[in-house]
């Protein structure tokens, strides 16, 4: 199948467009590492419809993303959200601390949000140490 880790990105945000019976193989398939023979006695159906389903579902998952582009658009996101935070760290130690205090808050704070938008995937520390 594709790549384990873009399919799990694409999973990330398109899963809710997806049915019940496709979220269950793709889980088990890519998240539960189990093999289309497990999954077909699992689910009572042949491997090759398990195998013929996860092709479907990938290729779903891909239209959906050409067409949305929320993966392409959550890295964007986080290359900027990163920049911004190396930025305030270089600014931080040249404003009075009242201003850096709030400044943190708000940064902790948009950090949650990014991590929120971008999937769960963002690498997002305490921005300033």
């Not at 193989?25 to 539960?32: A, D, K, Q, R």
């Given at each position: 199948m594709r790549d384990v880790t873009r399919v799990g990105d694409?999973?990330?945000?398109?899963?809710?467009l997806l049915t019940e019976r496709q979220r269950q193989?793709?889980?088990?398939?890519?998240?539960?590492d189990m093999s289309l023979g497990e999954i077909a006695e699992v689910l009572s159906i042949s491997r090759q419809?398990?195998?013929?389903?996860?092709?479907?579902?990938?290729?779903?998952?891909?239209?959906?993303?050409?067409?949305?582009?929320?993966r392409e658009i959550a890295r964007a996101e986080r290359k900027a959200w990163e920049q911004m935070v190396s930025a305030w760290r270089e600014a931080s130690a040249h404003v009075p601390e009242q201003v850096r205090?709030?400044?943190?808050?708000?940064?902790?704070?948009?950090g949650a949000t990014v991590s929120i938008l971008l999937g769960g995937d963002a690498d997002v520390r305490k921005p300033v140490e």
């Open positions: 694409l999973y990330a945000f398109y899963e809710p193989i793709v889980e088990l398939y890519h998240f539960e419809a398990v195998h013929d389903q996860l092709r479907r579902v990938e290729d779903q998952l891909e239209s959906y993303e050409a067409a949305l582009h929320l205090r709030r400044m943190d808050d708000a940064m902790r704070a948009m």
